[in-house]
């Protein structure tokens, strides 16, 4: 069983930088994986925004991140970071994240993997809030 513990959110105003964090247990982080972050706003669907991927090393955003934040991990400590700067009001959601292992790079279909397998096991943690004023 998977299991994910974020962390990091908060109240900004707006141009303001958060970094949000990933602990990951469950598998075995020696093996290759993919972490990926989400984000829920009122009303709206779980959307992918990064994810990246031990294997090779790649990274993968979301183009409405408008290269804002930043995805890295450090694997000595089972952690997954999403740095986020230069924060708009619409970034304001739950932000969660999603581990599996994988050998694949980081893609976009890697994070639609990743939201069916942790919706079909309901392994979503709490998610950690952040919330941009203007």
């Known amino acids: 069983e998977v299991h994910v513990v974020e962390a990091g959110g908060g109240l900004v105003q707006t141009g303001g930088s958060l970094r949000l964090s990933c602990a990951a247990s469950g598998f075995a982080f020696d093996d290759d994986y993919v972490i990926g972050w989400f984000r829920q706003a009122p009303g709206k669907e779980r959307e992918g925004i990064s994810c990246i991927s031990s294997s090779d090393g790649t990274t993968y955003y979301a183009d409405s991140l408008k290269g804002r934040f930043t995805i890295s991990k450090d694997s000595a400590k089972n952690t997954v970071y999403l740095q986020m700067d230069n924060l708009e009001p619409e970034d304001t959601a739950v932000y969660f994240c999603?581990?599996?292992?994988?050998?694949?790079?980081?893609?976009?279909?890697?994070?639609?993997?990743?939201?069916?397998?942790?919706?079909?096991?309901?392994?979503w943690g709490q998610g950690t809030q952040v919330t941009v004023s203007s």
């Open positions: 999603a581990a599996d292992s994988s050998r694949l790079g980081a893609t976009f279909l890697q994070l639609v993997r990743l939201r069916v397998f942790f919706d079909e096991h309901n392994y």
